[in-house]
């Protein structure tokens, strides 16, 4: 009875650290939200959900259709709404299911991710939060993307989320997840771990479309658990105004010949603030890492963090974060760190701020466009370049997204 | 079509242009020779209006209408297109992408990327990575699409290999003079202010005056071919003391 001891254990950890702030961000009363229906139907088809769920599942990027994808999940508030998986040797199921159905995964459970970091995850632990479990079993190559959505529905709601992802050997998979907010919803809070293990040689590809609203807050806390010579894109975009997002993914590249990349594109609005950060902790030889931020703040703040910690010989890493300020009122903070522990490695950065060149702006007001086409078509190309690298059919949607979000606010 | 009238322009607080008068008319093509850093560089990027040329005295008029205020956008609307000796680089613009919100007309665009051979660019960022030629190329690219009525040109020819200026100075000489022969030209043809430091594109088009600017200002002017025979011959030193006289100053 480990299981249970190890429960006890970090139950007691959790409840311990129930108002520990976080590290980063402003602190967040969770007292004043309540937690969020765990009982909303299940559809078998995303097709069946109402037309303004579906419309709220497409401006995140996930298809009611299902088309095109490998496999579907959706969450609302606290409630699994369909878990449906399209590809052979890929489970998409609930998570309080999967542990029911494999006694292996408490292996898993919680082992990335601590209770008692923060009270965000002491919370998330102690409601026994579900949410996505996606496992590609060995040698699995699917190429069309599992799609799973987060959707916000009830007002005053923290919405807690426990999302594990393993990827076993030899194994390739992409996840998108939309995050949305259902019309209307003024305030609430996001809550969300993510633990994503992948295991030798395999390689997870995960984008992130943060497009929450106005009032709400966001803490997702996730780890990443990497294998030798494995793979592992993370693709995070958040165009929409959103009250306040802290978030720091931590990678840790524990086999030898590892490699991670983070593309982030975001935009703080007036009134928003985004505390983003990327972290890698390279501890297998010869492991690399690629960091690319490229946010604009047209009014709110931007925290652009990145970490890059160097333990193993030949390690190499590149992060490179720009900022635009567009108009007035917004700030841009970056700060890059790199830490070596030993001497045999190189890792560089690069960091700017500042505002939209000019002499650009004019180049292609002189090809006749005006100057508010002139700054859409340069601050399209500066976001471009986050996303840059991407497979095509992922950058399409992408590319989808921010033309729907538009560019209004800049 | 263009008329400078005693420009003084001043760049990063020093006086560049001292008094520079010249004029372009309609169907014609005029070049402009100078050394390094006499200014004519100056002088397009201010007619085209970019920010950091101040102009502190004279006018610019196009077709009649006083431009010397107005935005960049307005001037490239009214039918001004300029090729900059150094644009800057665009990250995240493909080169398609460009022409095709200037053209509006897609099949032009790949068109005219055929006949300067930029067709395997036209996925690559604006001007990053180019060389000079390809540079030249992706500008006259751009303007085709723009299609201006006065092209400002600036130094067509420089940094660009001899493969490449067959094709640069032809894709000149067609946007100039269009397909109509010499002499015909007329009211129809485009207007342009060609720059030449060398004076190599005169082997592609048809220049009808020529302007030498040393040290801001215009020292003199005349048929463009005999210019450059004097300023081959004697250099642009000799050209300073300026007894060439070949016709007075403008
Ligand atoms: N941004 C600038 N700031 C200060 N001086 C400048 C700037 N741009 C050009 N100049 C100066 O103006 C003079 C004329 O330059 P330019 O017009 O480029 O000459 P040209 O094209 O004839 O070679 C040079 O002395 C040059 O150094
Ligand atoms: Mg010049």
Redesign the interface.
Known sequence: MQAEADHRELKRKAEAAREKKAAFGEDIDLETFRSGSKDLERVKRLAELDEEEKRTLLQAGVLPTEEGRSGSFVLMDESVVHASSKAQGVEVMPLKDALKVHEWLKDYYWKGVSPEADKFTARTYLEGADGYFIHALPGTKVSAPVQTCLMLKGKGVAQSVHNIVIVEEGAELDVMTGCSTSKGVERALHLGISEFYIKKGAKLTFTMIHNWSEQIGVRPRTVIVQEEGSTFINNYVALRPVKSIQTYPTARLEGPGCFARFNSVAIAHPGSELDLGTRAVLSGEGSRCEMISRTIATGGKVIARGQMVGKARNVRGHLECRGLILGEGGVQIAIPELEAYVPDLEMTHEAAVGKI????V??????????E?AVG??V??????GI?GLPENLKREIDATMERTDMRAI | MLEIEDLHVEVGGRRILKGVSLSVLAGYTNVLFGPNGSGKSTLLMTI????GYKVTHGRILFNGEDITQM???E???RGI??M?QR???????SLE??VK??SKDKALASGAAQGLDMARFLER?VNVGFSGGEIKRSELL?LE??NPCLYLLDEPESGVDLVSIERVGSKVRELLHGTSCAGRRGRAGKAALVITHTGQILDYIEADRGYVMCNGTVMCSGNPRELLQEISKMGYEECIKCKLKLTTVN
Not at chain 2, 48 to 51: A, I, L, T
């Open positions: 060149a000019q002499d650009q004019e180049y292609l007001m002189a090809r006749g466009l005006s100057e086409e078509i340069i399209r190309g500066f976001l471009e370049v840059r | 085209m209006g970019f920010s935005p960049v956008t001037r490239a609307k297109g300029i900059m644009p800057p680089n665009l990250v995240g613009v992408n460009l919100v200037t960022d751009q699409a723009q």
